[in-house]
């Protein structure tokens, strides 16, 4: 049972839908992280918050991905406009990289 | 530009014996941490082992220990007594002092054979 946990574990969407994850530490962290993982690659960093502000976001958060921390505990990823190449593992990490969420695995159909 | 690379894609290992990973970094930061993951099947990163940059002595955890060789810039993990539930895929990972994002290698796939 890790200290991260991710809702849903597995997402299948139709493109053009929008879709939203959840990521929710168990203790509290000021640092939450959401990086994205492709089939055969190692993960890559998306964006950052220190409680309840962003403080950098990755080039591959195009303007179809939004992430908030709104009170500065749980966080929400959504996609708007989902395309096949959103296709991927996201997953969320908290106390500076330590732990991690068990992901939520998108598939875009 | 930092960097990470894992040169090999898969290795295989026999219960019981030791293996190493190899991991080699590129960064010219001069503070740092190195860090090493193992991700199972289920998909959840297992955080394994750090190293600091100013780490006098090598990082060890249990069956872990990373030989964290600073001129030649490499980090790798060594796995000692390997067992069955070893047989994942293993990420070496790098951070900065200066940011706080993690940059990944492209993992090595380790399977234990009885």
């Known amino acids: 049972d890790t200290g991260v946990s991710q809702d849903p574990r597995h997402k299948i969407t139709k493109r053009g839908q929008n879709v939203t994850f959840r990521c929710d530490p168990i203790?509290?962290?000021?640092?939450l992280y959401w990086y994205r993982q492709t089939l055969g690659q190692g993960p890559e960093f998306l964006t950052y918050?220190?409680?309840?502000?962003?403080?950098?976001k990755s080039r591959l958060l195009s303007d179809r991905f939004s992430a908030e921390r709104p009170k500065g505990s749980f966080s929400t990823l959504e996609i708007q406009r989902t395309e096949q190449g959103d296709s991927a593992m996201y997953l969320c990490?908290?106390?500076?990289?330590?732990?991690f969420g068990s992901g939520t695995r998108l598939t875009v159909v | 530009a930092q960097k990470i690379t894992q040169t090999q894609p898969g290795m295989f290992v026999q219960e019981k014996e030791a293996v190493t990973l190899d991991c080699t970094y590129d960064t010219s930061d001069p503070s740092y941490g190195l860090f090493w993951y193992k991700q199972p099947s289920s998909g959840e990163m297992i955080f394994l082992i750090y190293q600091g940059s100013y780490d006098q002595q090598n990082a060890t955890e249990g069956r872990y220990s990373l030989n964290f060789q600073k001129a030649r810039k490499s980090a790798n993990l060594v796995i000692s007594a390997s067992q069955l539930g070893d047989s994942a895929m293993y990420f070496c990972a790098m951070r900065a002092d200066n940011t706080d994002k993690l940059i990944f290698g492209t993992g090595t796939r380790l399977q234990v054979f009885p």
């Open positions: 990490a908290a106390d500076y990289g330590y732990t």
């Open positions: 203790s509290e962290h000021n640092r």
């Open positions: 918050f220190q409680n309840e502000a962003q403080l950098e």
